[in-house]
């Protein structure tokens, strides 16, 4: 828009010399058509993996939690581990939408949909642990304070598990309404350029019957404004509060101070590493990188970037302390992580989280799109490993050497964590196919600050003017 | 379904024109019934005179509303209604209320303000719209002017001239 200027040696965001009509008909285009014989494949391959899912739980629930490997010295294994990890995930996508919304950064806009999208479905799939991890999961509404005839017994207030339960049905409601609200008039969009009246009738349902009038707009925008000033500190809270289930605890390894901003870091770099696992392969798959481009996908690397290195002082700073405390418990647990029986994952979590990222020093491997890829794969695993070793190397030689264990999960476990993934994947890829993969109204509104066209339009401007003589951009350096 | 309408619209295939073109409609004396745009035109409210929506204002007493419940609710359960005693601690510790008593402002503030802006703007699933043109959630914007009896050929003539003037690509009477 005329009114906002922005210097005309940033990056364009959106490339291909679009317009308003492109932007709607590039985005719509994946939801119409015949289903693709590809897309069905990989639906219905990640639908009985979340099938695999459903068994192991069922079996969990008839024969319980004995069918697991956890047991009374590991008593939180790889179900917290999961938990925690899908959480983590979780993180990103209110990250992008809020955080970046107040500090108006611009590129948010080609990947928020998509990536509130994975929050709230990352979410759903972390909610499966502490559930069923109650054991007798028929009775996970006692967790809710409710008048009841056992005296009343409520729950405890000043417990962090509470607080858990708190935040993350806080945080999952709250991502929902503002991704949904989102939504609403792309929703409208697909609905004006549908052809038949079943989908008419369809999108207009979804688009609760929005027309876009200034008054209706005027009040979208400070909706969004607030939600997104609300969910800023949320989505801060919640990890705080995750991570409060380990800091308030008297465990040696987990009774640490630093837990708080050390897990929130954490999970803005798994929830990042997630975005681009994803979206650099919807990017591909539906021809979209001309909105995703390379200068999105740059600014996430530096936030990985930075954040993985935020998580690694944390893990130096855990050693350190470790040390210079001269409490014997504390030292030897993380010596214990380091070189125990555990050594692989604590390696694992070191390689992948705080060395491999340092290759992002490079603007040229920030650029790449197969490092990028390799690297967010990398660092999903390096992000469960760490949860797999702050949970388990934590506990399994706790202060009684006669009940010290080596824990390995069992099938069910295992299929239970393999099965969420499949369940994320349903999800995503239903998304994908029918709901606007991109926030359509957002791009059109930053287009004329950030196309390529306009852009190159300023730099010519410019150029007469002499402000920048002595710098020499053109669009090649963009690429 | 309300009864149908006439109006005349002004089609617009760029947002600095239709700023301007507002700014000179209204100067010109002529009521803008309404303005259609595919995103939202940042200071289209302003420059149609609309008034500043007070929503945020709502937000915050829901926020509020949240907070008390919480804090009075856990205040209730800890100090009066089950008192239970560990090793002497104070049964009501504010600090450890801290987190729910956030979360809970922050969820009441988020699904009032939500189910405010349905409620305001009159939109539910299901809801059969009024569509003007089909092409403004796309990339076109309208400009409408309602068409009553009190309005002759002439104020029509007029309008139509003053929007073509300030770049409208098309011009039309609609009913709906």
Redesign the interface.
């Known amino acids: ?4 200027f922005e210097s005309p040696l940033r990056e364009p965001l959106i490339n291909g010399n679009k ?3 492109d932007i ?1 008909n590039d985005i719509v285009r994946p939801t119409t058509g015949k289903i693709q014989p590809k897309w069905l494949f990989w639906t219905s391959v990640s639908a009985a993996v979340a099938g695999l899912f459903v068994f192991c739980i069922t079996w969990e629930v008839c024969f319980g939690i004995g069918t697991w490997g956890a047991n009374k010295t590991v008593g939180w294994a790889w179900d917290i581990t999961n938990f925690v990890w899908w959480i983590g995930i979780g993180h990103a996508g209110t990250l992008i939408s809020a955080i970046l919304l107040l500090f108006r950064q611009k590129w948010r806009t080609g990947v928020n949909r998509a990536a509130e999208a994975m929050t709230i479905f990352a979410v759903i799939c972390a909610g499966q642990f502490p559930i069923f991890h109650m054991g007798r999961v028929w009775d996970a509404f006692f967790i809710f ?1 409710y008048p009841n005839t056992r ?4 729950v405890n ?2 417990s ?1 598990l ?2 858990d339960v ?2 993350i049905s ?1 945080y999952f ?2 991502s929902l ?2 991704w949904y ?1 989102g939504l ?2 792309d929703f ?2 697909i ?3 549908s052809k038949t009246k079943g989908r008419w009738n369809f999108y ?3 688009s ?16 969004s ?3 997104a000033g ?2 800023t ?2 989505v801060l ?1 919640v990890h705080t ?1 995750v991570s ?1 289930d380990f800091a308030t605890s008297v465990v040696p390894g987990w009774h640490t101070t630093i837990m708080p901003p050390y897990f929130v870091a954490g999970a803005i770099f798994s929830g990042f590493a997630m975005v681009l696992t994803l979206m650099l392969v919807a990017r591909h798959v539906m021809d979209l990188k001309d909105y995703i481009t390379l200068a999105h996908i740059e600014s996430m690397n530096k936030v990985m970037l930075l954040t993985g290195t935020m998580v690694g002082i944390a893990y130096l700073t855990e050693l350190f302390t470790a040390w210079y405390s001269g409490n014997m418990y504390e030292s030897y647990a993380f010596a214990n992580r380091a070189m125990g029986p555990y050594w692989w994952s604590y390696f694992g979590m070191m390689f992948c989280n705080l060395v491999s990222p340092q290759v992002f020093w490079f603007r040229k491997l920030r650029r790449n799109v197969a490092v990028t890829f390799a690297m967010s794969i990398l660092i999903n695993i390096g992000m469960w490993f760490e949860r797999f070793v702050i949970i388990v190397t934590s506990l399994h030689r706790d202060y009684l050497p006669s009940s010290w264990v080596y824990y390995s999960p069992t099938w069910v476990e295992v299929g239970i964590f393999v099965g969420t993934i499949g369940l994320f994947m349903t999800l995503f890829l239903l998304f994908c196919r029918f709901f606007p993969a991109i926030a ?3 791009v ?2 930053i287009l ?1 600050v950030s196309g390529n066209q306009y852009r190159q339009g300023q730099l010519d401007e410019l150029k007469d003017q002499k402000v920048y003589d002595n710098v020499s951009v053109d669009s090649k350096n963009w690429d | 379904m309300s009864e149908i309408k006439k109006y005349l619209v002004g089609m617009f295939d760029d ?2 024109v239709l700023l301007h073109a507002v700014e000179h409609v209204r100067h010109a004396g002529y009521d803008i019934t ?12 302003h420059k ?1 005179g ?1 008034e ?2 007070r ?2 204002t709502a ?1 915050f007493f829901f ?1 509020a509303t949240g907070l008390t419940v919480a804090l009075s ?2 205040t209730f ?2 100090k009066f ?2 008192p239970s005693d560990f090793g002497g601690k104070p049964n009501w ?1 504010l600090l ?2 801290v ?2 008593t ?3 402002t ?2 009441f ?3 009032g ?2 189910v405010s ?2 409620y ?2 009159k ?10 043109d ?6 076109l914007f309208a400009m409408t002017f309602e068409l009553d009896k009190n309005k002759d050929s002439n104020y029509i003539n007029a309008v139509s001239e003053l929007l073509k003037k300030e770049g409208a690509i098309e011009v039309y009477q609609k009913e709906v």
């Open positions: 828009m005329a009114s906002h317009t308003y009509k709607t304070p005296g009343p017994l409520w207030f000043t962090p509470l607080w708190f935040a806080t409601t709250v309404l503002f609200t609403v008039p409208a969009t609905r004006d350029q207009n349902f979804l609760f019957g929005w027309i876009g009038t200034a008054k209706h707009w005027e009040r979208w925008e400070s909706l404004l607030i939600l609300l969910s500190p949320l809270s509060i409060f359509i109204a957002e059109k509104s004329k | 947002d600095d309404d303005v259609y745009t595919p995103f939202p035109v940042h200071g289209l409210e149609m609309l500043p929506t929503i945020h937000g926020g609710m856990i359960i800890n209604n089950y510790a450890a209320y987190p729910i956030f979360e809970h922050v969820l503030a988020a699904i303000m939500t802006f349905y305001l703007c939109l539910w699933p299901g809801k059969k719209p009024i569509i003007i089909e092409r403004t959630t796309d990339h």
